[in-house]
């Protein structure tokens, strides 16, 4: 059974940081692209960070370039999201998700295969 499970959410001010941890297990991890989406209320799902099987590629949201970061430890079955800079738009519900029909990072929501329960986010002004 795939599970994803994210962690480190929470509430902070604005301008400041948080680190997303994405924890899988039932799936061979380093054959998956895992992304980043986020959900605020009312809104639809979307589409955060990417990064491929080896890591060495990346995408991201424009709403988010050159304030976050994607990686993943392969030996630890684990993605991040290191968040910077934070502002109130942030706020929202931040799940992981796995895709194997690719082999480079995609940013649609359709395109994945298992998803995490979510973590929240909130930023405060």
């Known amino acids: 059974q795939v599970q994803l499970v994210e962690s480190g959410g929470g509430l902070v001010q604005a301008g400041g940081s948080l680190r997303l941890t994405c924890a899988a297990s039932g799936l061979t991890f380093k054959n998956y692209v895992m992304g980043w989406f986020r959900q605020a209320p009312g809104k639809e799902r979307d589409f955060v960070a990417a990064?491929?099987?080896?890591?060495?590629?990346?995408k991201y949201g424009d709403s988010v370039k050159g304030r976050f970061a994607i990686s993943r430890d392969n030996a630890k079955n684990t993605v991040y999201l290191q968040m910077t800079s934070l502002k109130p738009e942030d706020t929202a519900v931040y799940f992981c998700a796995a895709d194997q029909g690719f082999s480079v990072p995609v940013t649609v929501p359709d395109a994945y295969h298992y998803w995490g329960q979510g973590t929240q986010v909130t930023v405060s002004s």
């Open positions: 990064v491929s099987w080896s890591g060495d590629i990346t």
